[in-house]
């Protein structure tokens, strides 16, 4: 029996502990500088001007982090959003006794915007989600098919790409056909024959990722929109890699809808993400969670974001996230993606792995994607985990995929490169 002691003990234990969380989370925010470096610094020592970026994470600096195209990590001015956003919201003191922070039924506007701007769209064309998983299945579940009607996708989907489709399928009998992509793709005519030839007069819908989770690929995805565009087909993109990856527009694309996850490499809050349905097509698309406005044409792309109560401090960071890349500069970021993962590349390749990456420069940025037969791959994770703080990510038996977050540098690889060496040799020897 817990008498009074023995509770106030527990207690105060317990308080102690809790106090001890908070503090130590931000005693590290406080040691991350409050200003990013300065912009004229890139110019006299690149190198330098990323190492001063890399002080804005929390990941220790012992740590080596490969696996930015599964999850990426928050930066302080991110986090800081984030608690700001706590603060304000939890007081629950709006002026307006009607006025909500936690409410589902905002336009959220102060978010939509800057997101806009960032991926090239109007704000009614955005709603904001939890991520490319939950958009990718309001575009399967939305769009109007009947049995017998076909859906074209590629063999390199995310399952959070794929099986909402196959979901479809199984409960209302629509095809999935896939394209098989080649290991590696090499070059973007190559990618837009398979498509073409796949097209049948029963294919209503392209989807496809703009760069696959399975290799990285940049796929030629303002070429199949426009491919799909010319057969009267709508086209779907997972975009979950893109934003924060790389420069990209959604009106240049010519896609009809757009699907993506900002916490991978725009560094976004985890659960933050979009939809975006081009304005032609709004009206075609149906709720997939209903509530009030779900069919109300005239808020546009906003009715998709009506989910009820939301995690509003997460667009607080998100907002953040697209600010933080606008002050680097995303031609800054894209390029530092392209140059790391062509080194880690080049040097892999010097190992004698294989390639299943684009040998096409165009077709591939921030992720390298190897493929090392004989190499069991989990047992390398742990290895280069448990003994050297080095975290990469594979699939089964023998494939890595290498991401290059534009905070690593370039002795971070090397020590990569090391350890790879070391255990490839104990193995040999083994």
Known sequence: MLNRRRFLTATTTGLAAAFTVRPSLLAQLEKAPASLPDAASFGTNEDAYWAALRKQFLIPEDEVYLNNGTVGSSPAPVL?????????????????????????????????????????????????????TEANSYIANGVDLKAGDEVLITDQEHPGGEHPWDLRAKRYGIVVRKVTLPKPVKSAGQVLNLFSDAITPRTRVMFFSHVTTNTGVVLPAKELCALARSKGILSAVDGAHVPGMMRFNLHELGCDMYSSSPHKWLQAPKGSG????????????????????????????????????????????????????????????????????????????KRGVESWTSPDPAMRCAIATVNVPGLQRMDLEKSLWTNHKIRVRGGEPSKLRLSTPYYLEKKDIDRFLEKYDEYRKEKRQA
């Not at 009607?98 to 800057?114: K, L, Q, S, T």
């Not at 109300?296 to 939301?310: L, N, P, T």
């Open 80 to 132: 800081r959003a984030i608690f700001d956003g706590y603060n304000t919201t939890e007081k629950l003191d709006q002026h307006d006794p009607e006025d909500y922070p936690i409410w589902g039924y905002a336009a959220w506007n102060e978010f939509r915007d800057p997101l806009a701007a960032f991926v090239g769209c109007t704000r009614d064309e955005i709603a904001l989600l939890r991520n490319a």
């Open 274 to 349: 979009f939809l975006f349905v081009r304005d032609e097509v709004i009206d075609r698309v149906w709720n997939t969670i209903a509530t009030e406005g779900w069919d109300d044409f005239k808020i546009r792309a906003e009715r998709f974001q009506r989910i009820g109560s939301s995690n509003v401090p997460a667009l607080w960071g998100l907002r953040a996230s697209i600010k933080l890349a606008n002050d680097i500069g995303i031609d800054k970021i894209e390029r530092r993606h392209r140059q790391l993962c062509d080194y880690i590349l080049t040097e892999m390749m």
